[in-house]
């Protein structure tokens, strides 16, 4: 716990004007972000007795070692880099609303030649027209196949319309007439634009003046005594009524307004945002969070506007944006808001009439979810609790491992050996955090010394860090480190199953380490964003038994860390075993603590198996061809597909390859040098009779 008194800074070196400041760790990781009309007066709050300070601002000041701030002009600036501050920080002691999941809208592509009417998730995209978010995917459409008997929009993929080009045939959808079928030049580009400019000039709200249209239009037809056409417009108008019936009129005036209700207890706030769009409600969302800072309602309203706008522009910031408390700077929060929509837009709290009533109905829907997600969290979050407890009595801890680090290696016989990390915060995989390892100290099958090895990787490049920034004395450590060098493959976390995509946040891709085996990263960067192995773990569980354990404890002694606890569990009796303990310990099969520590082990296990399957796969795959330069896979192909096999292809002379278009002496000769180099596979074996079989594929 770090006193704040050693890192406030002196009298007169704060300015008094607007800014933003940042506390940091001693870490250098950015964990409180703040703004202030005074940064002199603001900061001064933060360095009061702590027995004054409230419990959450007093933990963040305990937790940070340093300060710093960035004077701006204008209070509206200091909004501005607060929003972009926090979104690329993500600092632990500020109120980060994340949506409870992922609301579908309904977008028109204005940005393309043929504008297509789709449902979309996500990051919106520039020139894109979006209307929503909705509750489900199904309200979307329902509500687009019946506009689309009067606005025959374009709604299909890049792939079909490419298909109808080609064969000037249009879907069905072209067919039965709820599409314009552009693609096959029944109207021309233009008029198909006009269309989805209609559907979203009906879609926000302007929707008078296409009815008033169609029924003059069906009495013109019904006095013409053209009945066909004036029952199908009869049919339009009636589409058109139903699908604005989905959404009920909740303010006469045609109002276009946001409205925001916050729902709080002591540890977490909800809050419930509806659109209202032409007096209808176009769309809802909402989001939940933690109190992590000392934050009243105003405070929530205004993380949520920053939230809820940050990112948006013109249209998508409505004129009036309804509230129930208004943030401290509110007029430079007004002004901001005005800014990003272009004109002006008034937040204030409804006070009467109709707009109160339905601040009172979003209200009761972020009091509803609010309840409805302490239901789902408080089994969940006690079991956690209990689970960490468990294991820190159970392996003599002062306290629960907040963060536990697992390694496991894997490899087939000896061949392609591999090792994973997963990291768990707080019970719960924190996937961005996965790294793997390829062993490369030694050859062939040793699972104490490739977890001696990986153990040691890990914990070098944490220990060069601190020497970097004086928080450990120059010396073995990082001698020792850049003597070794560091080889490592690391695999950033993903959502996906196989862990195998990138982690864009560090920057980094997986696969092999390309930077010097000399050089050390960073664990964060100057601005004080995370980097790899940034942060020690209370606790290292290795998948194995007691020689793991005391390869893994060893390799943590070698470089004078002890600070971290170290277990192992091992497989066939699900046993705990504790550095120098000759007996292990041994949990109840139904202790919380083992179950999240067999979690663990298994996330391990299966991270390390999916990289070694991989790295073998992609083993197999390999030709002695792909080791000729020049050589790519369009002449490979017609190699194999000249000679038939590779086995034909090693037996061939220099003028034979010569024969194969494309392929010069030069290019034939290395390829006849690779092969005499490379040794022939081994045969084929049929399994059921043991029969060897012929080489007479065309595998490369």
Request: glycine letters at 8%; proline letters at 5%.
């Amino acid at each position: 716990m770090a006193d704040p008194s050693s890192y406030r800074p002196k009298p007169g070196q704060i300015p008094d004007s607007p800014g933003v400041y940042r506390f940091r760790d001693d870490h250098r990781r950015v964990i409180y972000v703040g703004k202030a009309k005074s940064l002199r007066q603001r900061l001064a709050n933060y360095f009061q007795d702590l027995a004054s300070l409230h419990p959450r601002t007093r933990s963040m000041v305990t937790t940070a070692a340093s300060v710093e701030w960035t004077v701006v002009s204008t209070e509206v600036e200091a909004l501005q880099l607060e929003y972009s501050w926090i979104k690329e920080f993500d600092p632990r002691f500020n109120v980060k609303y994340r949506d409870d999941k992922s609301y579908p809208s309904l977008a028109v592509t204005l940005n393309e030649k043929y504008p297509r009417v789709q449902v979309m998730r996500g990051a919106k995209k520039k020139g894109v027209r979006y209307f929503g978010p909705y509750g489900h995917a199904w309200a979307i459409r329902e509500t687009v196949d019946l506009m689309l008997r009067v606005f025959p929009v374009r709604t299909c993929s890049a792939g079909v319309f490419k298909n109808a080009e080609r064969t000037g045939r249009p879907c069905l959808l072209g067919y039965i007439g709820k599409c314009s079928a552009p693609c096959v030049g029944r109207v021309t580009p233009e008029e198909h634009r006009e269309l989805a400019e209609e559907f979203c000039d009906f879609m926000a709200g302007r929707t008078g003046t296409y009815l008033r249209r169609l029924e003059k239009q069906m009495a013109e037809a019904a006095e013409d005594m053209e009945y066909e056409k004036a029952a199908r417009l009869r049919d339009d108008i009636g589409a058109l009524r139903r699908a604005m019936e989905k959404n009920a009129v909740v303010l006469a005036d045609a109002t276009d307004a946001d409205l925001i209700a916050v729902a709080e207890d002591e540890l977490e706030a909800a809050v419930q945002i509806f659109h209202v769009r032409g007096g209808r409600v176009r769309g809802q969302r909402g989001w939940v969070t933690d109190k992590v800072e000392a934050v009243e309602t105003a405070g929530l309203v205004e993380h949520a506007l920053q939230q809820l706008y940050g990112e948006e522009s013109g249209d998508s910031v409505p004129k009036e944006v309804l509230v129930p408390a208004l943030p401290e700077d509110a007029d430079a929060v007004t002004q901001w808001l005005s800014e990003r929509r272009g004109s002006h837009v008034s937040l204030r709290i409804p006070q009467r009439g109709d707009k109160k009533d339905l601040m009172e109905t979003v209200g009761r829907n972020a009091q509803q979810a609010l309840v409805l997600h302490k239901t789902k969290r408080a089994s969940d979050l006690t079991t956690r609790s209990r689970a960490l407890e468990e294991i820190a009595e159970a392996l003599g801890l002062d306290s629960a491992p907040l963060r536990i680090e697992c390694f496991d290696i894997s490899h087939l016989q000896g061949d392609d050996v591999v090792a994973s990390m997963v990291v768990f915060e707080d019970g719960l995989a924190r996937k961005s955090e996965y790294r793997r390892f390829q062993i490369k100290g030694f050859e062939g099958q040793d699972d104490v010394r490739s977890m001696h090895e990986v153990i040691s990787r890990r914990f070098k490049r944490y220990l060069v860090e601190k020497t970097r920034t004086g928080e450990w004395p120059e010396g073995e450590p990082e001698e020792s480190a850049e003597a070794n060098g560091i080889a490592l493959a690391h695999e950033n976390g993903s959502a996906h199953e196989n862990g195998t995509a990138p982690d864009h946040r560090n920057g980094s891709a997986p696969g092999h380490d390309t930077h010097d085996p000399h050089e050390i990263p960073s664990r964060t960067d100057d601005d004080g964003r995370p980097k790899r192995f940034a942060y020690p773990p209370q606790l290292v569980v290795v998948d194995g038994g007691q020689p793991q354990v005391a390869a893994a404890k060893r390799a943590l002694d070698e470089l004078g860390i002890d600070d971290v606890a170290v277990c192992g569990l091992a497989k066939r009796l699900e046993e705990v075993w504790l550095p120098a303990d000759d007996d292990p310990v041994v949990l109840p099969r139904s202790s919380e603590g083992l179950y999240l520590l067999q979690r663990v082990r298994d996330e391990a296990h299966r991270f390390a198996i999916t990289y070694q399957r991989t790295k073998r796969a992609k083993r197999v795959r390999s030709s002695p061809l792909d080791d000729v330069p020049g050589l790519g896979e369009s002449r490979k192909q017609a190699l194999i597909k000249h000679f038939g096999s590779v086995k034909r292809l090693r037996g061939a002379t220099i003028d034979q390859i010569c024969e194969v278009p494309g392929l010069g002496r030069k290019t034939a000769e290395s390829i006849v040098v690779a092969l005499a180099n490379a040794a022939p596979a081994a045969p084929a074996v049929n399994t059921a009779t043991g029969e060897i079989m012929e080489d007479n594929g065309g595998s490369t």
